[in-house]
């Protein structure tokens, strides 16, 4: 037998907490877009320490499940003695879940870069474009429109973990 006050009363809860979810996972999102495409231009660094180090760390997150991540977060790091930084769980969950999956992206993001032909940076290179211009009007906008439907599946990956 269903008591249909009490599916009544359930309602109001449920979507405040849909709408907590919805904007945990946008600004996961944004975290991870943003911070995605660091870890890939940083990881293609010609200072090989530099690459080392970001290709380990993006390795170690991915490793670990995200539940875990965000426990160390909410609870230890603030237990640590020069760290120390507390959070409130929306912002620790936020930034976790950015970072986490930040990683991911980031591997998608280096598979689009690496989509874009030889000849494209050869022929900036002839060019005469500098380094930031080879990336804004060259090579990005060729790499990024392939890997917005593999974006779209993480963005509904990290909605469903949230």
Excluded: C
């Amino acid at each position: 037998m269903i008591d249909w006050q009490v599916v009544a009363d359930a309602f109001p809860v449920i979507f405040r907490a849909m709408f907590v979810t919805l904007g945990i996972t946008l600004g996961a999102y944004l975290v991870s877009v943003t911070f995605g495409l660091v870890l890939t231009l940083l990881g293609r660094s010609s200072f090989k320490p530099l690459a080392w180090t970001v290709f380990g760390f993006v390795q170690f997150v991915r490793s670990t499940p995200p539940l875990v991540q965000l426990f160390f977060v909410y609870y230890a790091w603030p237990q640590i003695p020069v760290v120390g930084v507390s959070m409130s769980a929306v912002t620790a969950g936020i930034a976790t879940l950015g970072i986490h999956y930040a990683t991911y992206l980031s591997e998608i993001y280096r598979s689009g870069i690496n989509s874009v032909p030889k000849g494209q940076w050869e022929a900036s290179r002839a060019l005469n474009f500098g380094r930031t211009k080879t990336w804004v009007k060259v090579i990005l906008p060729q790499a990024i429109p392939p890997v917005i439907p593999m974006m779209g599946n993480y963005l509904i990956v990290l909605f469903k973990e949230t």
